[in-house]
């Protein structure tokens, strides 16, 4: 079992960076694939990135490709999310989850165990 927690959320203005961090407390956190979904008010949660125990794959809606990069440090049990070039459509509440195996089915919600609180991120135009 995984306990997460997101941080680093705020309000900015379009074109800025954020970097979103995920902590999880663990012993076998290595083990698990992690991923980012955001739900923004009224929409349904989708998925924006996605990698593996080992960092040797991973995923990326198209709106996000390019722009954010999902990283992870194993020793230190957290996630990140490095958002640049911000655009307003990626105003949510960014979530963290994890999952036990990476397979093609990344991208969908039910597929992940664990979840954290979320984190608010406001873009301004």
């Known amino acids: 079992q995984l306990q997460v927690g997101e941080s680093g959320g705020g309000l900015v203005q379009a074109g800025d960076s954020l970097r979103l961090s995920c902590a999880a407390s663990g012993r076998t956190f290595s083990s698990y694939a992690m991923g980012w979904f955001r739900q923004a008010p009224g929409k349904e949660r989708e998925f924006v990135a996605a990698?593996?125990?080992?960092?040797?794959?991973?995923d990326y809606t198209d709106s996000v490709s390019g722009r954010f990069t999902i990283s992870r440090d194993n020793a230190k049990n957290t996630v990140y999310l490095q958002m640049s070039s911000l655009k307003p459509e990626d105003t949510a509440v960014y979530y963290c989850?994890?999952?036990?195996?990476?397979?093609?089915?990344?991208?969908?919600?039910?597929?992940?165990?664990?979840w954290g609180q979320g984190t608010q991120v406001t873009v301004s135009s």
């Open positions: 990698i593996s125990g080992n960092s040797d794959r991973t």
């Open positions: 989850a994890a999952r036990i195996y990476y397979t093609h089915s990344v991208v969908l919600p039910s597929q992940y165990a664990y």
